[in-house]
């Protein structure tokens, strides 16, 4: 039976969805979420329409992580009223401030209930000329992009291995894991989004016996504020060099592979990073 505590029950699969559904019914069931989710970065271009899309898939409650208060309770009044059933909140969090996360994390669980979905979208970027890195430009990057990701995983995974729900937690890596976007000098960001995907399988092969499923994506170009900036308006004049579609790709574009992964249609997925670059890596 899963859930039970016995050996393998919180990774055996649901049962099958039920044949007295009707084929539109069942596939809509396929991709419900349901359940509370925590989007960090939840403000930002990225976090606020993938906030929008876990709504529309049937989350009940939403609580958004974010270092903007005014920019996140605009955003949250948009969300709410868009969509009245549902209970959506904010906090002001540092992912960075380890023990600001843990209560975060905490006060959330005490006013929506377990926490079943985790998108970890919070996120600063850094262009800029190698011999010019400093260390505070890297430990930047890193506190927030790696450590501060983890720090948020670590306590959500607490609550949900207390409460026996598992879940699933998707992060965002990058494109740049995978090769060198030149001619973006971004060392200090490709580096940690490097170590989100590493991070990702090890958290994938430790918790899955809880249930708790953790896979990332990887972006190519997108049209966000992270690419607003000399080097990037270059790519977005000519479009990428080798890239299939010859466009960068927009944040909505994103919404399909979350989703599915959040939900029952993700549910053998886990330790995976999936490219969404719109065949950018093909030719390289």
């Not at 049937?58 to 958004?64: S, Y």
């Not at 009223?81 to 959506?88: G, L, R, T, V």
């Not at 023990?99 to 377990?114: H, Q, R, Y």
């Not at 989004?193 to 997108?222: D, F, H, Q, T």
Request: hydrophobic share 40%; with cysteine; proline share 5%.
């Amino acid at each position: 039976m899963r859930g039970t505590g016995a050996p393998g029950s919180f990774t055996a699969p649901s049962s099958p969805l039920s044949t007295s559904m009707t084929p539109t019914e069942r596939a809509h069931e396929r991709f419900r979420l349901g359940g509370n989710a925590i989007v960090t970065g939840g403000a930002g271009h990225l976090g606020f329409t993938l906030s929008k899309a876990l709504l529309e898939h049937g989350v009940r409650g939403l609580m958004i992580f974010d270092v903007n208060p005014a920019e996140t309770a605009a955003k949250v009044d948009v969300l709410t009223a868009e969509f009245p059933d549902a209970d959506i909140r904010f906090l002001t969090v540092d992912i960075t401030d380890e023990a600001a996360v843990d209560a975060a994390v905490a006060e959330t669980v005490a006013l929506l209930g377990p926490v079943t979905t985790l998108l970890n979208f919070a996120g600063m970027g850094y262009r800029g000329h190698a011999p010019d890195w400093t260390t505070r430009d890297w430990n930047s990057m890193s506190n927030v992009n790696t450590v501060g990701a983890f720090f948020v995983a670590r306590a959500v995974a607490r609550h949900m291995i207390v409460h026996k729900t598992g879940g699933s937690m998707v992060f965002v890596a990058n494109i740049s894991t995978h090769q060198v976007n030149f001619p973006q000098r971004q060392g200090p960001y490709n580096t940690p989004k490097a170590g989100v995907k590493a991070m990702v399988r090890s958290l994938a092969g430790e918790w899955a016996r809880y249930g708790i499923r953790v896979n990332s994506i990887s972006p190519g170009y997108m049209d966000t504020i992270l690419g607003e900036d000399d080097g990037f308006e270059e790519v977005r004049r000519a479009g990428p060099g080798g890239h299939s579609l010859a466009r960068i790709g927009q944040p909505d574009e994103l919404c399909g592979v979350v989703v599915m992964l959040a939900s029952r249609a993700g549910s053998y997925f886990n330790g995976s990073d999936l490219l969404v670059d719109g065949g950018q890596a093909l030719f390289v």
